[in-house]
């Protein structure tokens, strides 16, 4: 098959060998997979696939890794001990998870998992679920993408005493927008640099949008949480002080820390975007401010469902995160454009 | 007043003011006071005073500084505004803040906040709590040092499908441990290099003592938490495998660190000891595993009152955390004696 193969820390469209479905696994054909930032992480950052003890994740620079956790794709073919549930033809998507004889792998992250750029590649039966839409594949295959804010922002449980803070306005972040909006909490606040990544923000839900060289995102969040007139302040003084809930969505170091010294006591932090070469944070500053940090990316299978059938029947629109679509020899361009915030959230390869 | 003094880095015992009490505060003359690791950190940690914004904790080098906040009080004398409620002569104690003109002071911190490592120094009326005990005030004086571990014990909501982990067998650790035990779970798994640390952790309630050098705590936590005969094992499976509650109570660089690195996923971390420079944290790592870390060591009010009336009635035993006691002469050896993790866990000042 042709693939967008990364080895040697480059990435070059040639053709490989077809990937062949092993025992409970589904060969699939990529029909649209969305270029994510975590494929950069993935790209510049061997030490964070060494990283991991569970081996879902390995950069090994002399393998043949094709790329892409972000797709739409349509079944192909069964391997050994299947259930074969799905017709040949369906179009589907799954958690980018496969189960292999020897453990868990990370699709798209790892040389037996490969991903979306490539024209054929491996889902794991019982995770794969059906797209019913009639939606293009290019907007189907951003629901993976979703799934990660979608899951922060239920997880958080954010009280009507609470003012949401989102940091970075990429992907995770609008999802995590997308979800607070229909969880009906907020005031919902944005920051990010970058004017389109606002003007983004605002069209998934967020109420207020705020660019950090103008002004503190904490002291902007103090100003819609404790500010409002006279009359108003008493009474939320009375009710007791809104709480902050941030969610960290950049993954630079230096971010989650840069919240620690600047966010409110008592504010709970979901840390979303986790650099991949970790960070030094102000423990005592945390430690005197009582926070608490909830890591973690991953959405649950039960998110992943619903944010997967939000997107699928178009009850979230998510066409105002989508750029440009290219082919699989478009695919080293794109990674390279990708890193330039100003551009668009998605990018979407079509093989 | 005597008092051993803190200035430019270097603690002496001499004579200088006595402190006079402004509006709300009390004149208390100092019963017995001990001798905390966050006085070493404070001695140690320019850089930490200066991080907090709040004003609490200042430390000038040029200005006189009297240490120790974990006291036992005698009432001597009342400033302006105050309701006198508690006689003259009657022992008290309180949590280590008091309100100033200017702001709210950490006492024993802040040149405006004398501690209890001289003869007088102030409290604030309102926080100050009768000593209703028969007990020495060598031992009523450790309540403050056991809340902290108590409030964190109580807030951690450990469950019976929940196996705590403590890292450390310091005051914080060993109240931490007790307050566990008060309330019925387990069993307590608590770790220290220090074999006399590990052997008061088992009078103060641990279940397991671990030492680090001969099993990782992790390890160990496993055996105990999974590893039981196959019919219980099974039983555990069935219900779900116990989830990990860690205790961090050391607050040394890289303790925190190698906890994410350790533990299982999804494990609840309370963060209590907070080293004052800082630390890098392997954030992805807390992220893939998706761990929860909340920080804070200042106890809750309704904790510092329950473990002060523990300690005074008798209720909690505090003794095997007590080693000898100094003079105001002493106190700066009995600094230097409190690096020794050898050593007794406190050494009590009774000026």
């Not at 991991?52 to 892409?68: C, H, P």
């Not at 391997?79 to 292999?100: H, K, Q």
């Not at 809104?242 to 709970?268: A, Q």
């Amino acid at each position: 098959m042709r693939a967008a193969v990364l080895q040697g820390g480059t990435v070059e469209t040639r053709v490989i060998g077809d990937p062949v479905p092993e025992r409970g696994q589904l060969l699939v054909r990529s029909l649209a997979c969305g270029i994510c930032a975590s494929d950069i992480h993935f790209m510049d950052h061997l030490e964070a696939g060494m990283d991991d003890e569970s081996g879902m994740s390995t950069y090994d620079r002399d393998a043949e890794i094709v790329m892409g956790h972000e797709y739409c794709a349509e079944v192909v073919d069964y391997g050994p001990g299947t259930e074969r549930r799905i017709p040949v033809g369906t179009r589907v998507s799954s958690l980018p998870v496969l189960a292999t004889a020897t453990g868990r792998r990370i699709i798209g992250q790892n040389p037996e998992s490969p991903g979306g750029f490539g024209e054929y590649f491996l889902l794991d039966e019982s995770l794969t679920r059906v797209a019913v839409s009639e939606l293009p594949s290019e907007i189907v295959c951003i629901a993976d993408a979703i799934s990660v804010g979608w899951s922060a922002a239920s997880r958080a449980q954010v009280t009507a005493k609470e003012v949401p803070l989102v940091i970075g306005c990429g992907a995770i972040a609008l999802s995590a927008i997308a979800q607070l909006r229909r969880l009906g909490v907020g005031p919902i606040m944005a920051v990010d640099f970058v004017a389109s990544r606002r003007e983004t923000a605002l069209a998934m839900g967020a109420d207020v949008v705020i660019d950090p060289a103008e002004i503190s995102p904490y002291q902007a969040w103090r100003d819609v949480a404790y500010g409002p007139p006279e009359p108003m302040k008493e009474m939320l003084t009375a009710a007791g002080l809104p709480g902050c809930v941030v969610f960290e969505c950049v993954g630079i170091p230096g971010v989650l820390d840069s919240i620690i010294r600047g966010c409110e006591r008592g504010t709970r932090i979901f840390s979303v975007g986790g650099p991949p070469e970790g960070e030094h944070l102000h423990t005592l500053t945390a430690k005197r401010k009582g926070l608490n940090i909830q890591f973690g990316g991953g959405p649950l299978m039960h998110h992943w469902d619903e944010a997967f059938e939000a997107v699928c029947s178009g009850s979230l629109d998510v066409t105002p995160m989508l750029g440009r679509t290219v082919g699989l020899d478009g695919v080293a361009d794109a990674l390279a454009a990708s890193r330039d915030a100003n551009g668009p959230v998605r990018i979407v390869v079509v093989p």
